[in-house]
């Protein structure tokens, strides 16, 4: 099982839809979340990150569910913009204090006018 | 303005010539990392720096070495570039990890990367 998997798509969704994809993590002691979009041949940027009480970002809604170990994003009133691919991010802080940093594959969202 | 900065943003080099990519940051971050990004394919990390510290992941090749000469660069040297080695290369640097704090959540800011073609 892969430390941290997403359903790589692509997702194709008409314009002003609303659309989620999870991403779900396998170590237990993973602390910190984080969503990036990555256009195509274009660097990764933060979207946002993922509190323990979920947060929200405009359209743009976050969720962590850490008895089911995934994070959720959910995209509201989906814009031809927002085509790019989500990759998540799972930040473990080991015991002396090193950190691992694992990265999703990314799930590719297609917005359709 | 940009925070991260590479250079070349397009590298092409032959088999077996060596290469190197450059960063260079603004944030005064201490933590400068290296990622090799196949299409289709989540970044790997090859290896950071946190200050002078090099941390190398265990899969980097040998072919594949950094130098970090300040706080404010980083390069990436590639000694032998294999077709293989065909790839965006991003550099990204954050504030450096604690256990406690701000710090605790370490965000990752990227350059735009140098995608390198091997002929």
């Known amino acids: 099982r892969k430390e941290v998997e997403q359903d790589p798509g692509p997702f194709n969704v008409p314009e002003g839809a609303t659309v989620a994809f999870n991403c779900t993590y396998s170590?237990?002691?993973?602390?910190?979340f984080f969503w990036y979009r990555q256009d195509c041949r274009k660097e990764p940027k933060l979207l946002m990150s993922v509190y323990s009480s979920g947060n929200e970002d405009g359209r743009f809604t976050a969720q962590l569910n850490r008895a089911s170990q995934y994070i959720s994003l959910l995209i509201r009133d989906s814009k031809l913009s927002d085509s790019a691919t989500y990759l998540c991010v799972v930040q473990a802080f080991t015991e002396d204090s090193n950190y691992q940093l694992i990265w999703g594959a990314g799930t590719k969202l297609i917005i359709k006018p | 303005d940009a925070m991260v900065i590479q250079n070349p943003r397009y590298q092409v080099t032959q088999f077996g010539k060596p290469v190197t990519l450059s960063c260079s940051q603004t944030?005064?971050?201490?933590?400068m990392y290296w990622y090799q990004q196949k299409s289709s394919q989540a970044p790997k990390l090859l290896f950071h720096?946190?200050?002078?510290?090099?941390?190398n992941e265990a899969d980097t090749p040998d072919n594949f070495q950094s130098r970090r000469p300040n706080t404010s660069f980083c390069f990436l040297d590639i000694r032998s570039p294999g077709l293989g080695d065909a790839a965006m290369y991003l550099c990204?640097?954050?504030?450096?990890?604690?256990?406690?704090?701000?710090?605790?959540?370490?965000?990752?800011?990227f350059g735009p990367g140098t995608r390198l073609t091997v002929l």
């Open positions: 170590n237990s002691a993973s602390q910190s």
């Open positions: 990204a640097t954050s504030r450096g990890p604690s256990t406690s704090g701000a710090h605790k959540r370490d965000t990752q800011y």
């Open positions: 944030l005064n971050h201490n933590v």
């Open positions: 720096y946190y200050d002078k510290d090099f941390n």
